[in-house]
């Protein structure tokens, strides 16, 4: 361990893992560690069972109607992948880094939205808007003018905008304009546009088109939901991209406690670990190995709850997302529910895990997210987990030490690639460009070369 290294990577997390091995793929020689002894750090998948138990300090073993433990891998950190690789940013990067080659993932079977205590299912399409349930006659017609006008949306061709200039006019002047109401509002911003609080109304509305856009490609890829999860857990995630550092020369040290992050002028020179120092000119960390250089900037609550049925009124799905859109339950934040399944390898025979997660509010979370358990019931067991929320205040600018964020309650990735996008431009000087992600035909490490 006594080496230098360009970058020296601390928590094997989603985040970490994707820039260890953009770092690596980049030529960088890449040191990358974590103190626990699993991949994953916060957004690992644990199993088995009864480790999930310990975890949450529950007493005794599962019951043996939760079968064998070894069947289990729980996601921590409940989040679903857009299927089209672009402009949805997680896709695009395990595809261009063919990481892909290393998991194989499931279309999700359905996506929801909740509107007066009941669940229905997402229109996206033309036709799904004019046969919804959702809506009434007058607002199924305007809703389905509406996905047309956004699918024709071109900026590079006036014709297409309809007197709209995208990038000025704000979203609640564009839902104006089709004079669609609070109800149709709520679940394009939150089930379609995937928005977790309605600030996206006064901005300009290219962003929510696009966003439309992604949602409506993405379904049409697959045509049950636009949503895709890996086979065995999200923890597969972060192991593929650890191995494509691996490929292209990067080290990988689990179970190493982090004793000192050593600094010299201001400036981040090497980590020492088990008495030995690695020496780097960049560090890359999640906040837990630098709490003097983050600042909490919310919580979230976030419930693994596991069923011995599917969630009802969603035609018995083995795997489904469910928004609850802010205004429907009186708040500031919508409410997500991922469910999975035994069909995803993910848990015992005939069992689900449906995993609630919210931005708390109140003094009392539970009581915040009680609109989606009672969709949930009856629940065989549930594991409550309330975490602070980081943000770095040292962007690294003079450190060289550069912070990832901590995971947001949303079910998707797209904020979680923006954070990586932030972090790479802040490491490098230059924008992001996934083209540099490419993997390169020639290469000699392992399956690089294939």
């Known amino acids: 361990m006594n080496e230098e290294y360009d970058v020296i990577v601390l928590g094997t997390g989603l985040t970490e893992c994707i820039l260890s091995g953009i770092m690596s793929v980049k030529g960088k020689k890449v040191l990358h560690m974590d103190r626990n002894n699993y991949y994953g750090a916060e957004s690992a998948s644990i199993t088995p069972l009864e480790e999930l138990y310990k975890r949450f300090s529950l007493p005794g073993k599962p019951p043996e109607s939760m079968g064998k433990g070894r069947d289990w891998n729980v996601d921590l950190i409940p989040k679903f992948l857009m299927s089209n690789e672009f402009p949805g940013q997680l896709a695009r990067m395990l595809l261009i880094t063919s990481v892909t080659r290393y998991l194989d993932f499931k279309v999700v079977t359905g996506s929801y939205v909740y509107k007066n205590r009941g669940i229905f ?11 919804t349930s959702l809506l009434g006659l007058f607002d199924k017609r305007r809703f389905r003018k509406f996905l047309i006008y956004v699918a024709n949306v071109d900026v590079d061709n006036p014709k297409t905008l309809e007197g709209i200039d995208p990038h000025k006019t704000t979203m609640r002047d564009l839902y104006a304009k089709f004079s669609l109401g609070p109800d149709i509002m709520d679940f394009t911003g939150h089930a379609l546009a995937l928005y977790g609080t309605d600030d996206y109304l006064d901005k300009p509305c290219i962003e929510t088109i696009n966003r439309i856009k992604l949602y409506s490609e993405s379904l049409a890829r697959y045509g049950q939901s636009p949503y895709l999860y890996p086979m065995y857990g999200l923890g597969e995630l972060p192991q593929g991209f650890a191995r494509l550092s691996a490929i292209y020369g990067g080290t990988y040290m689990l179970n190493k406690p982090i004793e000192e992050i050593i600094m010299e002028d201001g400036k981040v020179v090497g980590v020492k670990s088990d008495g030995e120092i690695a020496r780097c000119k960049q560090l890359i960390c999640d906040p837990s190995y630098v709490p003097d250089r983050v600042t909490k900037v919310g919580q979230v609550i976030r419930v693994i709850c596991i069923l011995s049925h599917p969630i009802a009124n969603t035609s018995n799905a083995n795997s489904c997302q469910i928004i609850i859109p802010q205004n429907q339950v009186k708040r500031k934040h919508d ?10 390898n993910v848990a015992a025979e005939g069992k689900y895990i449906a995993i609630v ?9 539970e009581q915040e997210i009680k609109p989606a358990l009672d969709l949930l019931m009856p629940i065989d067991q549930k594991f409550v987990s309330i975490a602070d929320q980081y943000a770095p205040t040292d962007l690294g600018k003079e450190s060289q030490i550069f912070i990832s964020r901590s995971y947001d309650a949303t079910t998707h990735f797209e904020s979680t690639c923006d954070d990586i996008k932030d972090i790479y431009c802040r490491m490098t000087g230059a924008e992001f460009n996934f083209a540099e992600m490419e993997r390169h035909k020639k290469d000699t490490f392992g399956d690089a070369a294939e």
């Open 335 to 344: 409410i997500y529910v991922c469910m999975i399944s035994s069909a995803h």
């Open 121 to 131: 299912k997402v229109p996206s399409t033309e036709t799904e808007a004019l046969t």
């Open 357 to 365: 997660s919210t931005s708390v509010e109140t003094n009392d979370p």
